[in-house]
């Protein structure tokens, strides 16, 4: 809610290095409640792209925010093994999410989903090492 309400205010821009970290423990909200936390990101974006007065330029952004918070519902639902709930999300990305390279990450994962099988992940884990060497994402 702080970034985007900020966002509004203060110009946000892209710096290209880790000015920070982050430790990731079992009981941080982050891991242990992560689903709970991409539906209250949910339910901010309800009232966000609801607000009168937001920037054309901000509301053009709605349908890859969304498509992009349920496709992270759709990995953590299949990390979990909720194949269900996992082709529910992945099929609302699939149908959010504007025509954008990522959109066809959707396809495997909900292919595993479907077929309850673990091809998806790696496919995914393998397009984000290829567009951002360097970086390490499990």
């Known amino acids: 809610d ?10 946000i821009v892209h710096i290209p290095v880790s000015l920070a970290d982050v430790r990731l423990h079992s009981a ?3 891991v242990a409640q992560s689903i709970s936390f991409l539906l ?3 339910r901010l ?3 966000f792209f609801a607000l009168p007065d ?3 330029r901000i509301r053009a952004l709605e349908s890859r925010a969304r498509g992009a918070n349920y496709l992270t519902m759709g990995r953590r639902y299949l990390r979990n093994q909720q194949h269900r709930k996992a082709r ?3 099929a609302r990305a699939w149908h959010t999410y504007p025509l954008h390279p990522y959109k066809l990450i959707i396809l495997p994962l909900w292919l595993d989903a479907i077929l309850k099988i673990n091809i998806g992940m ?3 884990r393998l397009l984000i090492r290829l567009k951002n ?4 994402f499990t």
């Open 2 to 11: 702080l970034w985007t309400r900020a966002a509004l205010v203060f110009p």
């Open 28 to 30: 941080a909200k982050t």
């Open 40 to 42: 209250e990101q949910d």
């Open 45 to 47: 974006f309800n009232d």
């Open 54 to 56: 937001l920037p054309s």
């Open 88 to 90: 529910d999300a992945l």
């Open 122 to 124: 790696s496919l995914f």
């Open 133 to 136: 060497p360097g970086q390490f």
